[in-house]
């Protein structure tokens, strides 16, 4: 979408590999998000960035890493992946709630998503 | 902890016709916003409709509006006079933000099916 992209689109890889998706904004929000979309979970919040350098986790973090050393890009590392871990995965950025209705830029704004299949 | 409860798994209604979709949520918190997206066949993520939890009024956005309870915690969307291109996985969602970290927590989806 307009101002996120995500890489890879698509992944295949083995267990046990290292894998490392990538979230760029050119909006130069604050905030950046990673989820996975699994059917009858909806999106679950793996980690979150609210600032370069500031991280925090979702409510599925284990076995997921984050970093995000400049603004415009928030990595997320399977350090080890597993079969578990084969999902859809979305990043999606914020400006803020605080920030004008207008802009637009108080709400999640998703990229298109990175099928990844762990086999 | 904060939760969002979508209890449809899937709905249908006919083509013209109204529908409502349900969604409750947890919170201790006063200050928050609630989301609808709509997610197509394509995959992206796209917002509906937002309400900011200060407001009494309910949001509207040409067919769609929403129902905001919020002593009962309820936040129900409902679309007017549905078309075929209607038919997505529709996710509600609640953001709080506390010390400027904000989360954004969704429920687990309606998927809505529109007949011709």
């Known amino acids: 979408d307009a101002g996120i992209t995500q890489s890879p689109r698509h992944k295949v890889t083995e267990t046990g590999t290292p894998v490392t998706l990538r979230c760029h904004q050119t909006?130069?929000?604050?905030?950046m998000y990673w989820y996975r979309q699994d059917p009858g979970h909806g999106l679950r919040l793996i980690h979150y960035?609210?600032?370069?350098?500031?991280?925090d986790k979702g409510e599925v973090s284990d076995g997921y890493s984050v970093s995000r050393s400049k603004t415009e890009d928030f990595l997320l590392t399977l350090e080890s992946a597993t079969s578990s871990q084969t999902s859809v995965y979305f990043c999606?950025?914020?400006?803020?709630?605080?920030?004008?209705?207008?802009?637009?830029?108080?709400?999640?704004?998703f990229g298109a998503g990175s099928r990844l299949t762990v086999l | 902890a904060q939760t969002v409860t979508q209890s449809q798994p899937e709905m249908s209604v006919q083509e013209a016709e109204t529908v409502t979709l349900s969604c409750t949520y947890d919170?201790?918190?006063?200050?928050?916003?609630l989301f609808w997206y709509k997610q197509p066949p394509s995959r992206q993520m796209i917002l509906v409709i937002r309400?900011?939890?200060?407001?009494?009024q309910n949001a509207t956005e040409n067919r769609f509006s929403v129902n905001f309870q919020k002593a009962a915690k309820s936040f129900s969307l409902k679309i007017s006079d549905s078309q075929l291109g209607d038919a997505a996985m529709y996710f509600c969602?609640?953001?709080?933000?506390?010390?400027?970290?904000?989360?954004?927590?969704f429920g687990t989806g309606t998927r809505l099916k529109v007949l011709a």
């Open positions: 969602a609640y953001c709080v933000g506390a010390s400027g970290t904000y989360k954004y927590i």
């Open positions: 919170t201790s918190e006063s200050d928050y916003y």
């Open positions: 309400q900011e939890a200060y407001k009494q």
């Open positions: 999606a950025i914020s400006g803020g709630l605080r920030t004008s209705k207008n802009s637009g830029a108080n709400v999640l704004t």
């Open positions: 909006e130069n929000h604050r905030y």
């Open positions: 960035s609210y600032g370069v350098k500031d991280t």
